[in-house]
């Protein structure tokens, strides 16, 4: 039974923050790597950051020098600090993490429900 549940998301202006919060739980072993994708309507879903176990961030150029990530490993958690926001970042964002859940060998992979993140002009 884990799970990942994000919060944070809304409605802001161009130029605010917003600031996304997600939560693994549930029988986990061990988490290799969290990050953010987002989905537009109409649109793939998308890469927005990464940050593995050790601490390595990654983002996708179009958010380089706006957002944020980071996590605290032993809560199971990941946050995505989001400034100078603009109305093309408004998408729905979705929580993610490799991990290896209790009694299990692999990584598995698991998914957020998504919040909403509506940025206004």
């Known amino acids: 039974q884990v799970q990942l549940v994000e919060s944070g998301g809304g409605l802001v202006q161009a130029g605010g923050s917003l600031r996304l919060s997600c939560a693994a739980s549930?029988?986990?072993?061990?988490?290799?790597?969290m990050g953010w994708y987002r989905q537009a309507p109409g649109k793939q879903r998308e890469l927005v950051a990464t940050i593995t176990s050790g601490g390595r961030s990654n983002y996708a150029d179009s958010v380089k020098g706006r957002f944020t990530i980071s996590r605290d490993g032993a809560k199971g958690m990941v946050y995505l600090q989001m400034n100078s926001l603009k109305p093309e970042d408004t998408a729905v964002y979705y929580c993610?993490?490799?991990?290896?859940?209790?009694?299990?060998?692999?990584?598995?992979?698991?998914w957020g429900q998504g919040t909403q993140v509506t940025v206004s002009s």
């Open positions: 993610y993490s490799k991990l290896i859940p209790v009694g299990a060998r692999i990584v598995n992979d698991y």
């Open positions: 549930g029988s986990i072993s061990s988490i290799n790597a």
